[in-house]
């Protein structure tokens, strides 16, 4: 099963790639996002970002929404009222929540250097959530400009 959600990912990232979208006009807004499946978000990203379209981060996006950072810098922007929520990736299983090493990879290779340090000065991805808001993320990250 994850091997064919690897090939559907890499099929699906290619033919973004190959395709040449043309770029969209308004802004995609995330205001209070849990997060999912890590490949669905990666997928997602990697979609937003071959169209060219602008992310605004307005809430909280947490989990899987983190690999918004995926997106350039001029494609995504934080809001005063954002807040990441970073944690090692799980799967439910019928027993309850089970880490996965796979998803937890995928995030350590998609964070780009600034979050991956943020990240490391607190411990690494553990089961608890890391927030960062507010002021620490507007130091990283300025505020979207209106």
């Known amino acids: 099963m994850q091997i064919t959600k690897w090939l559907l990912l890499a099929a699906l990232t290619s033919a973004l790639v190959v395709t040449n979208a043309e770029r969209a006009q308004a802004a995609v807004l995330i205001k209070n996002d849990r997060g999912g499946d890590v490949l669905e978000y990666y997928a997602k990203y990697q979609a937003l970002r071959s169209r060219g379209e602008r992310v605004v981060v307005d809430g909280d996006c947490l989990s899987a929404c983190t690999l918004v950072l995926i997106l350039p810098s001029d494609q995504r922007c934080f809001t005063r009222r954002a807040r990441l929520g970073f944690h090692a990736a799980w799967d439910e299983a019928g027993t309850?929540?089970?880490?996965?090493p796979v998803g937890t990879a995928i995030f350590m290779s998609a964070y780009p250097p600034e979050?991956?340090?943020?990240?490391?000065?607190?411990?690494?991805?553990?089961?608890?959530v890391l927030y960062l808001e507010g002021k620490e993320l507007a130091a990283i990250y300025p505020p979207c400009r209106r």
Do not use: A, D, S
Not at 96 to 100: L, M
Not at 115 to 128: A, E, H, S
């Open 115 to 128: 979050i991956l340090r943020w990240i490391n000065r607190r411990g690494g991805l553990t089961t608890k």
């Open 96 to 100: 309850g929540t089970v880490q996965n």
